[in-house]
């Protein structure tokens, strides 16, 4: 079965701070990998998402990931945050095939003024 | 355009009574469908999917049962809600293998 780790549940960071956000999987197959962010009163959506190709994926505002097979990573950078980005992020993994999304259990970013 | 919906976005329900969370999707046809919890502190848990009207998988064992009824129409119902089932309830929908989800705004249920 698969799982997804986010290893950190909760970050404080200043404004103008770098963020790095890490998240592990374990499957056996190939995967389809995800972040998400949730923003406080709003809906889950999609920030970026890896399916093949480039391990080095762009997202929405100013948000990268970087898929390591060998390490089966795919950590969330971000290299200058702002007071807006403070949200809870989340980590998903879906199997190549047709499979569910199974997600981590999410970080918690505060960014202070 | 394709929407999702989902009511109510609060309840609040007494130990043992029945529960109904409604989710509708609009602009798609034969979406897979889903429900996931959120409980604080353990992220999101899937707990129903759906690939086509009247089929429903469990993921996990627990007091919730999910109906489909229509092609876009996804029901989360209990019998008796118990104090655990306390949550923040997200319906989610894809189309295909490698889309993306698109999910509804929650419903926040606290049990007392």
């Known amino acids: 079965a698969q799982s997804v780790s986010q290893h950190n549940h909760h970050v404080i960071l200043s404004e103008a701070a770098s963020l790095e956000l890490g998240c592990n999987y374990s499957y056996g197959g190939t995967v389809n990998l995800f972040w998400y962010v949730q923003y406080p009163g709003q809906h889950l959506q999609l920030l970026l998402k890896y399916f093949s190709g480039d391990p080095l994926v762009k997202g929405i505002k100013g948000f990268e990931a970087e898929f390591i097979k060998s390490k089966f990573s795919f950590n969330l950078r971000k290299p200058s945050v702002q007071w807006s980005d403070t949200a809870e992020y989340f980590c998903a993994v879906k199997g190549d095939s047709w499979g569910k999304l199974q997600f981590g259990a999410g970080t918690q970013v505060v960014v202070t003024p | 355009s394709q929407t999702i919906h989902q009511w109510p976005a609060t309840l609040v329900q007494p130990v043992g009574s029945p529960l109904s969370l409604e989710c509708t999707v609009e602009g798609t046809s034969n979406p897979n469908l889903y429900w996931y919890r959120q409980a604080a502190g353990r992220g999101l848990q899937l707990l129903f999917y759906s690939v086509g009207i009247g089929q429903i998988s469990s993921e996990v064992p627990q007091n919730l049962s999910a109906s489909r009824p229509q092609d876009r129409q996804f029901i989360l119902s209990s019998k008796k809600l118990l104090l655990s089932d306390s949550g923040f309830y997200l319906c989610?929908?894809?189309?295909?293998?490698?889309?993306?989800?698109?999910f509804g705004s929650g419903t926040r249920l606290t049990v007392v």
């Open positions: 989610a929908w894809s189309v295909g293998t490698k889309d993306r989800y698109t």
